[in-house]
């Protein structure tokens, strides 16, 4: 159950993410993809959590907001190296349409933050 809720939540975020990534490319060109790529996933993971903590995780169930925050954006940074990481192999080494790079890094992003905020950020107690 927390899995279906999170592909929501993760499917929303996907939207707001792909929306601004779109958006940035038009206005600063695909030559600017990496930091398109940035600003898009940093938006996104923000909304990722407040949605995350209304809709599937208890927020505050092992860490304090802050830090709950802070452990959420660091576990972010993994999942931003691992979709800049597929972006590049898929878009600057094979040569793939940049949006089908961007759905291939956006799919190992969610694998990646569903795994560290379930298994360790909100894991509750047994």
């Known amino acids: 159950m927390k899995l279906a809720r999170y592909l929501v939540v993760g499917g929303a975020s ?5 929306a601004l990534f779109g958006a940035l490319l038009l206005m600063l ?3 600017s993809w990496f ?3 940035l600003l898009s996933f940093v938006v996104a993971t923000a909304f990722n959590y407040a949605l995350s903590v209304r809709m599937v995780f208890s927020a505050g169930v092992r ?3 802050r ?8 576990a972010s940074l993994v999942g931003l190296a691992v979709n800049q990481c597929a972006l ?3 878009y600057q080494v094979a040569g793939w349409n940049v949006l089908v790079a961007k759905c291939i890094g ?12 379930n298994s360790f950020i909100f894991r509750e107690s047994k």
């Open 35 to 37: 930091v398109a790529a």
């Open 67 to 74: 830090h709950e925050i802070a452990l959420v954006f660091l």
């Open 88 to 90: 590049w192999l898929a």
């Open 106 to 117: 956006t799919a190992s992003a969610f694998v990646w933050n569903f795994s560290a905020r």
């Open 63 to 65: 860490f304090a907001m």
């Open 29 to 31: 060109g695909t030559s």
């Open 14 to 18: 996907a939207a707001v993410d792909f």
